[in-house]
């Protein structure tokens, strides 16, 4: 996404409320006619902090508002899965941009807490608190306690967050 030219994927991921695949094969850009191409996802997909939208870059196309997640959301949304494209991803990103440091990463991944919810299938779901272990080796040569580092911090800043729009009247209950 613009931060260096040795990221390069398949496809590009486009998330809408339209429907739009009619669209796309029209234009020849489906996985059958493009390279990259463009991939129909469900909004829910792009698992990264509730907050990634307030770092977008917007851009206004004929109309549309085109939103371009930051690099470090993009970045988050790999934690859970963790493949080494992934952990590839994140050294080309520090290589090119010096981010995210450590502190950076560790407070990204607390927004995202969500990530680390077990999933409904325990047979096929993904252990983001195993890869966030091999990522930060990986990427800062230590350890980490992802429980006491990411997981109980994020959860206290969430309960903070909701306490404050409650008090503020913005959240019932």
Not at 32 to 39: C, T
Request: charged share 30%.
């Amino acid at each position: 996404m613009g931060v260096t030219a040795l990221l390069s994927s398949a496809d590009v991921d486009v998330a809408t409320e339209h429907e739009i695949a009619e669209v796309i094969e029209r234009a020849g850009l489906d996985k059958k006619n493009s390279a990259p191409y463009i991939e129909v996802c469900p909004l829910n997909t792009f698992r990264t902090a509730p907050d990634w939208r307030s770092r977008a870059h917007v851009e206004h196309i004929s109309g549309i508002d085109v939103l371009f997640p930051h690099p470090i959301d993009i970045l988050v949304s790999k934690v859970k899965r963790c493949e080494e494209k992934d952990l590839i991803a994140f050294e080309e990103v520090i290589k090119a941009t010096g981010h995210p440091t450590e502190i950076e990463l560790k407070e990204s991944l607390q927004r995202a807490v969500e990530i680390y919810r077990p999933g409904f299938d325990e047979s096929t779901a993904l252990d983001p608190m195993y890869s966030t272990e091999v990522l930060w080796q990986r990427l800062y040569g230590k350890e980490i306690n992802v429980r006491e580092e990411i997981i109980i911090p994020g959860k206290q800043k969430t309960l903070n967050g909701l306490r404050g729009r409650k008090e503020k009247g913005e959240v019932e209950g």
